[in-house]
T-cell receptor, first 113, second 111 residues
Framework: GQQLNQSPQSMFIQEGEDVSMNCTSS?????WLWYKQDPGEGPVLLIA?????ELTSNGRLTAQFGITRKDSFLNISASIPSDVGIYFC?????????????FGSGTQLTVLP | NAGVTQTPKFQVLKTGQSMTLQCAQD?????MSWYRQDPGMGLRLIHY?????ITDQGEVPNGYNVSRSTTEDFPLRLLSAAPSQTSVYFC???WGAGEQYFGPGTRLTVT
């Protein structure tokens, strides 16, 4: 199966700094999603993107659906300690089951006080 | 409204044993799926169901069986556990073209 290429794998940042992570693929996706996973929990949806070029914000989080439909990025501004966790991108195609997701391998974020 | 529940939360099996991971939802979602999560691999789809009585294979179905007799329940069966099945298992649900909601996970160790 195909995985998305998500980078970086891990990040250590100071509280208050901005964070940027991205996902790329050789295939086109019709939907891009960003999830956050806290330790011992399941992933929770942060932002969903449905149109190429779309830029969507959720509080301090901003995500964009790449024009080529093959990439997406997530920015977190002014990081705080509760931002710690694993962030996953996920893409969905219209072929096959319309709701099947392909996940990136995750970005482990650590926020230092 | 409990959302998506999974049981057990933790399980240790010996090689060759069988067991069933339970997933239940009270949101009346038609679509349910099972993923496994391994370090550095993200989440990989095992099996999914688009409604009661309908199931299909995902990316990594070998060694697992599923059935969907009701809208609410979607159990995942390991027929003969192997160490390679040591993982964290997540159940997810969605309604129509809506986004997936994940359960809290089952952490399985096969020795």
């Amino acid at each position: 199966g195909q995985q998305l290429n998500q980078s970086p794998q891990s990040m250590f940042i100071q509280e208050g700094e901005d964070v940027s992570m991205n996902c790329t693929s050789s295939s086109i996706f019709n939907t891009w999603l960003w999830y956050k996973q806290d330790p011992g929990e399941g992933p929770v949806l942060l932002i969903a993107l449905y149109k190429a070029g779309e830029l969507t914000s959720n509080g301090r989080l901003t995500a964009q659906f790449g024009i080529t439909r093959k990439d997406s990025f997530l920015n977190i501004s002014a990081s705080i300690p509760s931002d710690v966790g694993i962030y996953f991108c996920a893409g969905r195609r219209l072929s096959g089951s319309a709701r099947q997701l392909t996940f990136g391998s995750g970005t482990q974020l650590t926020v230092l006080p | 409204n409990a959302g998506v529940t999974q049981t057990p939360k933790f399980q240790v099996l010996k090689t060759g044993q069988s067991m069933t991971l339970q997933c239940a939802q009270d949101m009346n979602h038609e679509y349910m799926s099972w993923y496994r999560q391994d370090p550095g691999m993200g989440l990989r789809l095992i099996h999914y169901s688009v409604g009661a009585g309908i199931t299909d294979q995902g990316e990594v179905p070998n060694g697992y069986n599923v059935s969907r007799s009701t809208t609410e329940d979607f159990p995942l069966r390991l027929l003969s556990a192997a160490p390679s099945q040591t993982s964290v298992y997540f159940c997810a649900t969605s309604w129509g073209a809506g986004e997936q909601y994940f359960g809290p996970g089952t952490r399985l160790t096969v020795t």
